[in-house]
């Protein structure tokens, strides 16, 4: 009877977390961001043609907006948008399914490791509502399939020290989990030397065969991959654009100005410390600790796309049982087995940030998404803690305990309910009206009228400044421009982030309105800032009612 609850209860938070994660998935948040229709299109383009926009066949890294993204994702948006055409709620759809069937994976993780029904259900239920972990199921960014694939990986290599075969889907797992997003290059391997030196007795008593198959497995998957990497160079840009120290002349300005006056003063320790190889650990030393911010993590996180407003990535209410669980489960004294789960998740937690740590704008929740599930296993692990405390502490006190008990049970359940309630209204109805802006909100409107008028115009310049830059994707998207058409007729060439395209009658440039042709026949999309004259035949507003885009006729 027990077991039959513990099922229905299991059912009940997976298809919780489905809702959450489904509900108004094509319309919150309110448009996709720059990486969303960038992945969307390409699938769209792959479906048609074979090729990625840029016409290179099945690739295996996406050039994009010259960020070079890993493409599983955009493979894994092929079967919905085929089935839904190219849409908002196609695109996200297979983050979403991923976050789904993580709550699952999870679950069984836990309770392979711990054996702990409860834990398992609790820690599950956990990621279920996290506002971390829903923020990023339901955008199409590819760092929820590395989280995914990495946990899966974890599941398949503990359930493999039983069953040896199941050793190389791990593997494939592993293997897989790098073409999802660029922190997976670093994060995987050293998670799978975590979980290989952490289960090492029990790893290295299996039949070899297995060993060695699940090697080669993992070997063979990641052989494009790296064949990719070291035959382009330019394959390396966004991870070279993202470190903290890309601006060589910015970072190291004020550290010669140090060493210069360690040397007017002979100060020789001073050059000890002050020499840029001791700045650049340094700097990431404080980039891996600023992700155990509590301040970032439970009330401002960073950027507004990345957490739902007036929210950090995790519920308040957390943040005591969160501390609880990891002073117990530090401190417990487990069995064997159950001792290397816990050494396998203090090291998961430790290692999430490194990917991050030398890059900018830290703290940073994409990049760190691999902290999941280690926060709602502690979490979990402190309310289970807690629970225990409470009834020792019962039976001490007696029946004065007895009768504030009820009551404090109340007020906390009252403060969680109201925290979850919150978020949900943070998220689902504050954040498209008070943040359209930063999702780059307007091009859906704009390009509908577009086509409504598209035959009244020779020519339609859209501006590719900020904060329309990378607009000309938006517009593919939109109007589902034929691919194969767009492989033949785009202009578009390298030079880092700032590319200039066209194609149709459409061009993608800044707009400078002192030199630009004045003709009836000329349409100029532009942003509020740019407007520099001209008939404005359609204003785009965000939903909050601030202007967004200009329509103007030349």
Known sequence: ??????????IGIIFFAAVLRLYQLGVTPVSPDWDEVALGYNAYSIIQTGKDEYGAFLPVVLRSYDDYKPA?????????????????????????????????????????????????LITSFLLAISPWHIQFSRVAFETNIGLSLNILTAYLFVKGLKKPWVLILSAFSAGLAIYAY????????????????????QLFSLPKKYLLTAAITGILVVTPMFVYITSHKEALLRAQATLAFSDQTSFLKNQIKRVNYDHLRKDYLGLVLDNRRVLFLLTGVGGYLSHYDLNWLFFKGDLTRHHAPGMGLMYLWELPFLLIGLY???????????????????????????????????????????????????TAWGILSAVQMIRVYKERKGTIFSKLFPVFVLCFLFFAVGNFAYYLNQYFVQQNYFYSRDWQYGYADTVDYI????????????????????????????????????QRESLSKSGGYDIRHSFGKFEFRPVHWDTEVKKDTILYVEGVSEYGGGNIVKPVDFLDGTPAIKIVQG
Request: aromatic content about 20%.
């Open 451 to 486: 086509k409504k008028v598209d035959a009244d115009y020779d020519k339609i310049v859209v501006s590719n400044k900020q904060p329309l830059d990378d607009s000309y994707m938006f517009f593919l998207f939109y109007l589902k421009y034929p691919p194969e058409k767009y």
């Open 72 to 120: 599983l994702y955009t493979y894994l948006a092929i079967p919905p948008i085929f089935v839904f055409g190219l849409t908002v709620f196609a695109t996200r759809l297979p983050s979403a399914i991923f976050g789904i069937l993580t709550i699952f994976i999870t679950y069984l993780l836990i309770r392979e490791v711990f054996k702990k029904e409860s834990l398992a």
């Open 328 to 378: 117990a489960l530090f401190f417990s004294r487990l069995e064997s087995k159950e001792k290397r789960g816990k050494y396998l998740f203090f090291a998961w937690f430790l290692l999430a940030p490194v990917p991050a740590a030398f890059t900018s704008d830290l703290p940073h929740a994409v990049r760190t998404l691999n902290f999941l599930p280690t926060f709602q296993l502690f």
């Open 182 to 201: 660029q922190s997976e290059k670093v994060f995987t391997p050293l998670f799978v030397l975590v979980l290989v030196l952490i289960f090492a007795r």
């Open 1 to 10: 009877m027990l077991r039959r609850y513990r099922l229905l209860f299991l």
